[in-house]
């Protein structure tokens, strides 16, 4: 099988460790795309100069040009600025948003078929921007976000209970910040609910650190946010498109009347392939989870009407 070619867009934490997973794994040809001269190209020849020790052949490069993206099977965008003293939430959200915008048009150009997975934050709203922007079908356009926060709860839920992590299975829901929707009914180990083998508090505290999870590594860097975990989740989705797998992997992805929400992107279980988004899987929730679901929803929507672009 031919390799694919796959462009990441911002060649910083997570753009770089996640080109470098991709060329280790043997996945695809990498292109990395950066407005910082010198930084694409530098990070791509650095990798490249390990291939002999890695033992990869794919063709890592860098550039600040989106003539060099042409013809990728899948762009990962994580594109964006991180915050400054004196900037509110909102003022990196409109600053990002004019960003992923250009970045998404460009690409959009040159590739008008490929599949997106968007990375930068806030995710539920950049991903709604890149979709507006590049005019990809919803099929083939996605958030990264619910691996991630899923990972992080099957992280804790493995190190709660000593158990490896391979067993353990989790869902989150929602929208990516502190108003996602962990679902312990939907997360198992061996099989078996959380919900049988811990009490009501120990979850609890386990859902309460997965929703700070973000904030947590923040907190501990001082200068910047999480990017292993975070390229790693990517690597997961580009997996199961790149190897056909058909997993099922929480993704913000558009919603159109799914779980009775319409119009916006948001975290959700889906099938992922080569054709890529192959079906949305709706899980039967209780009215609690509805409600808590909804009001993740509303927190979207409120964002996507403050934009300022
Ligand atoms: O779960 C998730 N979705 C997230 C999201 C997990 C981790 C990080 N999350 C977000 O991804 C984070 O809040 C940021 O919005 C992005 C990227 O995070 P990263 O840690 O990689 O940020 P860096 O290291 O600052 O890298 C951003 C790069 C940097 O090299 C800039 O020069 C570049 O983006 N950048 C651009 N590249 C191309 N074109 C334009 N216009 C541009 N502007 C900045």
Redesign the pocket.
Known sequence: MAKKKITI???????ATTAQLLAYKKLAHIHL????EG?PQGKALDLMESAPLEDFDSQVTGSNKYEDTADSDIVIM?????RKPGMTREDLRDK?AS?VK??CAEVAKYSPNCFMIV???P?DTMTWIAKEASGLDKHRIL???GV?DSTRFRFFIANELGVSNEDVHATVLGL?GEDMVPMPRFSSVAGIPITELLPKEKIDELVDRTRKG?GEIVTLLKT????YA?AA?IVNMVESIVLEKNRIIPAAAYLEGEYGIDGLFMGVPVKLNWSGIADIIELPLTDEESEALKKSAEAVKKSMSQLKI
């Not at 795309?33 to 910082?36: E, I, L, S, T």
């Open positions: 867009i911002g060649a910083g934490h997570v753009g795309v950066d407005v910082v930084l994580t594109a964006g600025l991180a990002n960003i250009s970045c990375v930068t934050n995710l958030g990264m976000a991630l990516h973000g910047g946010s999480a990017f975070p989740s």
